[in-house]
């Protein structure tokens, strides 16, 4: 998250909009933003509603159900899912690759 916060204008000069998403709730996601400082908003999934809508629900993660995977998604303004990455769970996105696929869609 902290990677995406540095690198925002990057994401901005683009015309990338980034967001955060998780399980965890609104009041949860308030805390994380204030501690991390970040300046891009963060949504909350409580329902896995997009867990579900982009397939990333892990099988079983620790006995726990409905945990999503780690990834990104590029997705155009008309809602086209243009781009998608997964990450092992302690693995950080590369944002650069991401960068990367954002400008060769721009082009």
Do not use: C, K
Request: charged residues 25%; aromatic residues 10%.
């Amino acid at each position: 998250m902290s990677l995406l916060r540095d690198r925002r204008d990057e994401f901005d000069e683009l015309g990338v909009r980034v967001f955060g998403i998780s399980r965890d709730s609104a009041y949860t996601h308030v805390a994380w933003s204030q501690v991390l400082e970040l300046n891009f908003p963060l949504l909350s999934d409580w329902n896995g509603d997009a867990v579900a809508g982009f397939g990333v629900e892990q099988p079983d993660y620790r006995g726990m159900r409905g945990v999503p995977e780690r990834s990104a998604f590029l997705i155009d303004a008309s809602g086209t899912v243009r781009g998608a990455w997964r990450y092992e769970p302690a693995e950080v996105p590369d944002v650069d690759e991401l960068l990367r696929a954002a400008q060769a869609l721009s082009s």
